[in-house]
C-alpha cells in the first residue's frame, strides 16, 4: 500500500486516518478559560431545570469556586429574572461580557441581550443553536471553574448542538415524579452515552412537600419510581428536593443567592468531584 497521503478522497482504504471522527467542539475565545462544563438537563419543562441550574452555581460560588451560567434555554430564558438581574450585557471589540450576580457568578442568557425580557424569540431551531454557540466562542467568560448549561427541555437541536460544540465534562439530570420517569432518563442516558458524556446523578425535585404542624415529609404524587429508575440505569439518585414556598419566592423575586437549605449538598459534591473529561 502506497504512503497515506491523508486525502480520504482519492483513496479507498479503510484506515484509521478516514475513521477517525471530525470533532465539533469549538474552541473558547483568547479571553476564556472555563476549566468544566456541567450540562443539566430534563425531559419535560417546568420540572425545575433552571432552579437546579442557579443552584449549582450559587453553591460552588459559596464554596469559592468561580462559577458561571451559560442559559442555553434560548425560548424560555428565566436565569437572568432568578437572580434578580435587569441590567443588560454589555460588549467590547472583543466580544460579550457576562453579567456578574450579587455574589459573582457570571450570567450570559438571550434576555440579557433583548431590550424587553418579555421580546418574544422567535427563531428557527439553527438560529437558536447558533445563539447558543455564540455564548460559548463570543462571551468573555474569563477565569471559570465551573460553568453550568441550563439546557431547553427534552433532546432537539440545542442540547445536540451543546454536546456537539461543547466540552461538557457531566450531566445532571432534573426529574419530577410526575414526569414519566423511567422513559425520560432513559432517553437522556441514552443520549449522554451517545455523546460520551458521563451523568453525574439525577435531582428529582418536588417530591416532598414539609408538613408545616411537624415538619414530616408528606409524598404528594405518592411513592417515587425515580430511586428504583435511577438504580436500573445505574445513575446515582443524588438529591430529592421539595416542594418549597419560600424557594418558589427566592426565584420569582430574584433572590435565589439566599438559599440557605443543606438539599443539595450531594450534587454539590459530585460536581466538585467530577474529572475533567478527555475530549476527543
Ligand atoms: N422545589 C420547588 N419548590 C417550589 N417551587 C419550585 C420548585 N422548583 C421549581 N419551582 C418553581 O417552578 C417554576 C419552574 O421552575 P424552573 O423555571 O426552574 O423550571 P424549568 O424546568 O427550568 O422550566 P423551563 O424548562 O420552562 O425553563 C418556577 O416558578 C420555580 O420557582
Redesign the pocket.
Given at each position: 500500500m502506497s504512503e497515506c497521503t491523508h486525502d480520504c478522497s482519492s483513496c479507498g482504504a479503510d484506515c484509521a486516518s478516514r475513521n477517525k471522527p471530525e470533532s465539533l467542539l469549538e474552541a473558547q475565545n483568547a479571553f476564556s478559560n472555563v476549566k468544566k462544563v456541567i450540562a443539566v438537563v430534563?425531559g419535560k419543562?417546568?420540572?425545575?431545570?433552571?432552579?437546579?441550574?442557579s443552584l449549582l452555581a450559587v453553591l460552588t460560588r459559596r464554596n469559592g469556586h468561580s462559577t458561571a451560567v451559560l442559559d442555553a434555554?434560548i425560548t424560555?430564558p428565566?436565569i437572568p429574572k432568578?437572580f434578580g438581574i435587569r441590567e443588560k450585557a454589555m460588549g467590547t471589540e472583543d466580544g460579550i461580557l457576562p453579567v456578574e450576580s450579587r455574589t459573582g457568578v457570571k450570567l450570559m442568557s438571550v434576555n440579557l441581550l433583548l431590550e424587553n425580557d418579555t421580546d418574544p424569540v422567535i427563531w428557527r431551531g439553527a438560529l437558536i443553536a447558533g445563539t447558543v454557540k455564540q455564548f460559548w466562542t463570543d462571551v468573555l467568560w474569563g477565569d471559570v471553574d465551573f460553568m453550568f448549561v441550563?439546557m431547553?427541555?427534552g433532546t432537539g437541536d440545542v442540547p445536540l448542538t451543546v454536546f456537539q460544540s461543547l466540552p461538557v465534562d457531566g450531566i445532571i439530570i432534573?426529574t419530577s415524579p410526575q414526569e414519566l420517569v423511567g422513559m425520560i432518563v432513559e432517553k437522556a442516558a441514552k443520549m449522554a452515552k451517545m455523546m460520551n458524556i458521563p451523568v453525574l446523578g439525577l435531582v428529582e425535585?418536588?417530591s416532598w412537600i414539609g408538613c408545616p404542624d411537624c415538619g414530616k415529609k408528606i409524598f404528594p404524587f405518592g411513592e417515587s419510581q425515580t430511586a428504583k429508575v435511577a438504580l436500573e440505569e445505574g445513575i446515582p439518585l443524588l438529591a430529592q428536593?421539595?416542594?418549597?414556598?419560600a424557594?418558589?419566592k427566592e426565584?420569582?423575586t430574584g433572590v435565589i443567592e439566599l438559599f440557605n437549605e443543606d438539599w443539595m449538598d450531594p450534587v454539590i459534591s459530585a460536581v466538585e468531584n467530577c474529572p475533567k473529561r478527555i475530549q476527543n
Amino acid at each position: 500500500m502506497s504512503e497515506c497521503t491523508h486525502d480520504c478522497s482519492s483513496c479507498g482504504a479503510d484506515c484509521a486516518s478516514r475513521n477517525k471522527p471530525e470533532s465539533l467542539l469549538e474552541a473558547q475565545n483568547a479571553f476564556s478559560n472555563v476549566k468544566k462544563v456541567i450540562a443539566v438537563v430534563s425531559g419535560k419543562g417546568g420540572v425545575g431545570k433552571s432552579l437546579v441550574t442557579s443552584l449549582l452555581a450559587v453553591l460552588t460560588r459559596r464554596n469559592g469556586h468561580s462559577t458561571a451560567v451559560l442559559d442555553a434555554d434560548i425560548t424560555g430564558p428565566s436565569i437572568p429574572k432568578i437572580f434578580g438581574i435587569r441590567e443588560k450585557a454589555m460588549g467590547t471589540e472583543d466580544g460579550i461580557l457576562p453579567v456578574e450576580s450579587r455574589t459573582g457568578v457570571k450570567l450570559m442568557s438571550v434576555n440579557l441581550l433583548l431590550e424587553n425580557d418579555t421580546d418574544p424569540v422567535i427563531w428557527r431551531g439553527a438560529l437558536i443553536a447558533g445563539t447558543v454557540k455564540q455564548f460559548w466562542t463570543d462571551v468573555l467568560w474569563g477565569d471559570v471553574d465551573f460553568m453550568f448549561v441550563d439546557m431547553p427541555p427534552g433532546t432537539g437541536d440545542v442540547p445536540l448542538t451543546v454536546f456537539q460544540s461543547l466540552p461538557v465534562d457531566g450531566i445532571i439530570i432534573v426529574t419530577s415524579p410526575q414526569e414519566l420517569v423511567g422513559m425520560i432518563v432513559e432517553k437522556a442516558a441514552k443520549m449522554a452515552k451517545m455523546m460520551n458524556i458521563p451523568v453525574l446523578g439525577l435531582v428529582e425535585n418536588m417530591s416532598w412537600i414539609g408538613c408545616p404542624d411537624c415538619g414530616k415529609k408528606i409524598f404528594p404524587f405518592g411513592e417515587s419510581q425515580t430511586a428504583k429508575v435511577a438504580l436500573e440505569e445505574g445513575i446515582p439518585l443524588l438529591a430529592q428536593l421539595p416542594i418549597d414556598p419560600a424557594v418558589a419566592k427566592e426565584c420569582d423575586t430574584g433572590v435565589i443567592e439566599l438559599f440557605n437549605e443543606d438539599w443539595m449538598d450531594p450534587v454539590i459534591s459530585a460536581v466538585e468531584n467530577c474529572p475533567k473529561r478527555i475530549q476527543n
